[in-house]
């Protein structure tokens, strides 16, 4: 079974407005880290936005927030006021256990594309 | 303070080759992870190193191997090279009891022809 999936291949959104990136896991271990990822053609993974599984409140960073309802195993990602420079390669990712040592299992990925 | 630095940036290889690929991690991390990025795909989890240490290895055959050197950097070898292993290399480094910190590089793009 896939621990995590992005079912969007790729989200096209207008330029200031908000955008929603799907992501859904799947694991049994109680204690886990949800992380999303942008990544331009450059190829670098650049980090924006981390929940822990225990954390109580929906972690938010700037201009991305993360809807994270841990009933459903979701793990949505908001983009509030769209830039073009959000146009990048996004992925979900998950750490299994409350050690960073951790290996994180990513999804397969959502390209976003920003219409000016 | 620095970020994770990969070396080379591109490289291309004819199959049955040995490649190695370098890390540089972040100052103050001293874990690296290594994962391999088909074109199209997510990031898929090959090794990771630990005070030298391998400490835990994704679904890859013994061909890929590696080594982390006492200032934490690393290396990923590769024997036998085979056209699948053209992807994007990227290495992360993280402190070993931190919660949030993977930093990655900017990959090396091996290319096996």
């Known amino acids: 079974a896939q621990k995590i999936t992005q079912t969007q291949p790729g989200m096209f959104v207008q330029e200031k407005e908000a955008v929603t990136l799907d992501c859904t896991y799947d694991?049994?271990?109680?204690?886990?880290?949800l992380f999303w990822y942008k990544q331009p053609s450059s190829g670098e993974m650049i980090f924006l936005i981390y929940?822990?599984?225990?954390?109580?409140q929906n972690a938010t960073e700037g201009r991305y927030s993360l809807n994270f309802q841990k009933a459903r195993k979701s793990a949505n990602l908001v983009i509030s006021a769209s830039q073009l420079g959000d146009s990048a390669m996004y992925f979900c990712a998950m750490r299994e256990g409350n050690n960073a040592g951790n290996m994180l299992t990513f999804g397969g990925g959502t390209r976003l594309m920003v219409k000016p | 303070e620095t970020g994770v630095t990969q070396s080379p940036t591109h490289l291309i290889k004819t199959r049955g080759q040995q490649v190695t690929l370098r890390c540089s991690s972040q100052s103050g991390h001293n874990t690296v992870s290594w994962y391999q990025q088909a074109l199209g795909q997510g990031p898929q989890f090959i090794f990771q190193y630990y005070r030298e240490e391998e400490n835990g290895r994704g679904n890859f055959p013994p061909r890929f191997s590696g080594l982390q050197f006492p200032n934490y950097s690393s290396e990923l070898n590769v024997n036998a090279l085979e056209l699948d292993d053209s992807a994007l290399y990227l290495c992360a480094s993280s402190e070993a009891t931190g919660v949030r910190g993977y930093t990655f590089g900017s990959g090396t793009r091996l290319t096996v022809v």
């Open positions: 929940q822990g599984s225990y954390d109580q």
């Open positions: 694991t049994s271990d109680p204690s886990y880290g």
